[in-house]
Nanobody, 120 residues
Framework: QVQLVESGGGLVQAGGSLRLSCAVS????????MGWYRQAPEKQRELVAS???????NYADSVKGRFTITRDNAKNTVYLQMNSLKPEDTAVYYC??????????????WGQGTLVTVSS
């Protein structure tokens, strides 16, 4: 019954910005790592950015300085602020979270993906 609800994708011009949101929907008692991944056509899925519950962050080299991952633990939501977008950023972006329900171990949940298209 746990879902990740993504929003914020769309079409944007090169140099523009988008902010993706991903909210954990459902009853969970704990959320650990959260992250954003993307998959471009004919490419493998890659990590874009991740954040731990303690605030540590990690970014792909290709997005450092342009993207920022943040989380609001009170809202069970993670964000990806994407600035200075490039056509190479075009991909389906997937949210991921490690969550735990009552009396369960942590398990992985993925969002359905949201398409980001950057035009030149």
């Amino acid at each position: 019954q746990v879902q990740l609800v993504e929003s914020g994708g769309g079409l944007v011009q090169a140099g523009g910005s988008l902010r993706l949101s991903c909210a954990v929907s459902g009853s969970v008692i704990s959320i650990n790592d959260m992250g954003w991944y993307r998959q471009a056509p004919e490419k493998q899925r890659e990590l874009v950015a991740s954040t731990t519950s303690g605030g540590s962050t990690n970014y792909a080299d290709s997005v450092k300085g342009r993207f920022t991952i943040t989380r609001d633990n009170a809202k069970n939501t993670v964000y990806l602020q994407m600035n200075s977008l490039k056509p190479e950023d075009t991909a389906v972006y997937y949210c991921r979270a490690d969550v735990r329900r009552l009396n369960s171990r942590y398990f992985e949940v993925w969002g359905q993906g949201t398409l980001v298209t950057v035009s030149s």
